[in-house]
């Protein structure tokens, strides 16, 4: 469980570093769209795993590379908006999240279903 430290540095990352995105993105990771889900602090406040959502490319996991690749440009883009807020910038870890696509592709299946169960009901009416 984070402390409350935790959440608030991490709350902290989560806005500031969306407004890197935002202002820069475009210069760190091309035409993508890339949201923050969620940032976790490990307890000594060292260390930010950030979990990101990337839309409009086929290829998720290399804008992820790319953006991990920029590390050292956003953590300084980041540390000029935080520096006064914390004693320390933490190191920048990015992982993909990849849980609506899971929520997406459930929600397909889910339909399947539901179509392949009136396909079946019809048939028995027509019999």
């Known amino acids: 469980m984070a402390s409350i430290r935790q959440e608030q540095v991490a ?6 570093l969306g407004d890197v995105f935002i202002k820069d993105g475009r210069g760190i990771y091309g035409g993508a769209f ?10 000594d406040l060292m260390i930010a ?14 804008v992820v590379d790319i953006v991990e690749s920029q590390n050292y440009l956003v953590r300084k883009l980041l540390g000029q908006r935080i520096r006064n807020k914390v004693r ?4 920048l870890e990015f992982y993909l999240d990849d849980t609506l696509d899971e929520v997406f592709r459930m929600g397909q299946l ?3 279903l ?3 169960e ?3 009901a019809d048939k028995e009416e027509e019999e």
């Open 118 to 120: 009136g396909k079946e």
């Open 34 to 43: 890339v949201t923050i889900t969620n940032v976790r602090m490990t307890p």
């Open 110 to 112: 889910f339909d399947k």
């Open 114 to 116: 539901r179509e392949d």
């Open 11 to 16: 709350s902290l990352i989560k806005q500031h």
């Open 88 to 91: 320390r910038i933490p190191e």
């Open 49 to 62: 795993r950030i979990y990101l959502s990337v839309y409009n490319v086929e290829d998720k996991q290399e």
